[in-house]
């Protein structure tokens, strides 16, 4: 690698870059940080907004650098006063056309465009506004756009296209005109939009965030007639540290539980329970598909983005969805039914919160098809239902709004003592924790299946060839005798090639996951922002090193998830398992 590089010569120092990076990655090898608001490593490239410029020896206009490469001898200045005069002008000019509400924008303390402007001293309103902006649209379950703190760097657009290949929004009118909308301006929840929250994710104001329900469940915590319980999903013990301050990948599974009772749960339960329940009834599923002649290869329907996506790109492969809930949603119907009964408590009087790395399960929550609750009991006792149906899960939060609460209560989650979830349902086993990263479920999956049909143990219950972040990964497991291949993606770009195969008829696959967002629900677009490759890896070996710690590896190991099965749902796709844990999808038009 050494004699591939070229030297170059920044503020005065003479470095060694590599010739492929950019002016940017080229200077932040050297430990020169230049701003930049269009430009995102991997995400997009447009040079657009004009903060990103530099001084190159002999070159009459300043360079782009995000768009420019270095060439050997090149001589760049960084800061000259120059430069600093035409990045403070770029951003003075995106500055006239924004509004003043830092202090109640829910990105204040995580806006890109805030801190360039308070790193260039940018003090005074040096341009008068002239766009007007229509109302922010809020028709989306988990999205908001805002179009007056757009500054068009085309970030959104970009990983909408080309990383998740949706293309739910775009640029549209011309010059002073120009704005990020979707098809015929429609708002998002009448758009193509999966609502992964890709898009909030990489942008690096508040244009587009999630849609905040905090209030909502600090209003049912205060309310003493109501039992409020939570759910944590796995990826956010590994990114919630993040959130606060801490390193990137720091788990903080114990003291996020401690955190979340100082905020007035009144019982802290683990998605991993269902993780490991799902995996129960999708094992046995696909085992069935198998055994049986079902459609194949069957596909995981854990991620809400990804049955968004399916629904209306590809609604003729819905067959192949297990007809699995996710984790989240089989949480919400045994917690109003199985624990609910067993604390005494009637679905009117409790309210179910889950925290998630993803805005697409505040949709998934709001399905007509997630009531499999209220269905039991209205069988079971009229007279304790409520007068109306009501949802399995009432609220969905993300980590970032989880991390906004825990500071509005002056928690300092690095001094909580850990404790542990509460039984039952926050028993969980290592397979259930890897289900918050790429390749896991199918991880997870392979654990279970392999000792279900083999009746003995595996030698290495590590499936290491369906880790890692490569775009598709495959693999070949012997199960009863027989090949069982497999394949994994992440990101819907990627989800594509395989559904492409599966349509052609020529898909090699007897089982596949598919995860809507980059790395799986480490990468989630509730996660949170700009997490770059190595943050999101960094949460996933989080993952992976709780996974060893625990002391039982296996979803059908897990005591709790046995005695649920004894005691209510008596055994996987029974006639109770379908009615609560199971559901249906359909073609949605758009």
Request: net charge neutral.
């Amino acid at each position: 690698m050494e004699e591939q590089l070229i030297e170059i010569t920044i503020d005065g120092q003479n470095v060694r870059v590599d010739p492929s990076a950019n002016i940017v990655e080229a200077c932040a090898h050297a430990g020169v940080k230049i701003p930049t608001l269009c430009y995102l490593k991997g995400i997009s490239q447009n040079a657009s907004c004009g903060v990103c410029v530099v001084e190159v020896e002999g070159a009459k206009s300043l360079v782009r650098s995000c768009v420019q490469k270095p060439v050997p001898g090149m001589k760049i200045r960084t800061s000259s006063p120059r430069v600093i005069r035409a990045r403070k002008t770029a951003v003075e000019l995106l500055l006239a056309n924004h509004p003043d509400d830092c202090l109640s924008c829910i990105r204040s303390d995580t806006c890109e465009l805030h801190t360039i402007a308070n790193i260039l001293e940018v003090r005074a309103d040096r341009f008068p506004g002239y766009k007007k902006y229509p109302m922010p649209d809020t028709t989306s379950e988990g999205i908001v756009r805002d179009d007056s703190k757009c500054i068009l760097c085309g970030r959104c657009v970009a990983v909408c296209e080309e990383t998740q290949g949706v293309h739910a929004i775009a640029f549209s009118g011309r010059g002073a005109r120009t704005r990020v909308s979707t098809f015929l301006d429609r708002g998002l929840a009448q758009s193509a939009c999966v609502q992964c929250g890709q898009c909030s994710v990489v942008c690096p104001t508040g244009a587009i965030t999630e849609k905040d329900e905090s209030r909502e469940v600090f209003s049912a915590i205060e309310d003493p007639r109501l039992t409020v319980v939570v759910q944590t999903a796995p990826a956010i013990r590994a990114s919630l540290g993040e959130a606060l301050g801490l390193p990137a990948g720091s788990l903080v599974t114990g003291q996020m539980v401690a955190a979340l009772r100082r905020l007035g749960f009144n019982r802290v339960f683990d998605t991993q329970f269902t993780a490991d329940l799902t995996i129960m009834e999708e094992g046995s599923e696909l085992l069935e598909r198998l055994s049986k002649g079902g459609t194949l290869p069957m596909i995981t329907s854990c991620s809400p983005g990804w049955i968004n996506f399916i629904e209306g790109f590809y609604p003729d492969l819905l067959s192949h969805l297990s007809t699995c809930k996710s984790p989240q949603q089989m949480f919400g119907s045994v917690a109003k039914t199985y624990y609910a009964k067993k604390a005494g408590l009637t679905p009117d009087h409790m309210r179910v919160v889950s925290i998630m790395p993803c805005t697409a399960k505040k949709y998934e929550a709001r399905r007509k098809e997630m009531d499999g609750a209220w269905g039991w009991w209205k069988e079971q006792d009229p007279g304790k239902v409520p007068a109306r149906p009501f949802f399995d899960v009432d609220w969905a939060l993300t980590t970032r709004e989880l991390a906004r609460m825990i500071k509005l209560a002056g928690i300092d989650i690095s001094r909580l003592p850990e404790e542990e979830f509460d039984d039952p349902l926050g028993q969980s086993t290592g397979a259930g924790t890897i289900f918050g990263t790429t390749g896991g479920v199918m991880e997870a999956a392979l654990r279970t299946v392999y000792e279900l049909v083999e009746k003995k143990p595996l030698e290495n219950i590590e499936f290491t060839k369906v880790r890692g972040f490569e775009a598709i990964k495959t693999a070949e497991v012997v199960v009863g005798g027989s090949p069982v291949r497999v394949a994994v993606a992440h990101g819907l770009a990627n989800a594509r090639v395989l559904l492409d195969e599966i349509r052609a008829g020529k898909s090699p696959y007897h089982f596949i996951e598919i995860m809507s967002c980059p790395g799986g629900c480490v990468g989630g677009g509730g996660q949170p922002v700009l997490a770059d490759l190595e943050k999101k890896l960094a949460r996933s070996q989080a993952l992976y090193e709780e996974d060893r710690k625990l002391a039982i590896r296996k979803s059908h190991e897990n005591p709790a998830v046995r005695a649920l099965y004894q005691e209510f749902l008596g055994k996987p796709l029974g006639h109770l398992s379908h009615e609560l844990l199971h559901t249906s999808y359909k073609a949605r038009v758009f």
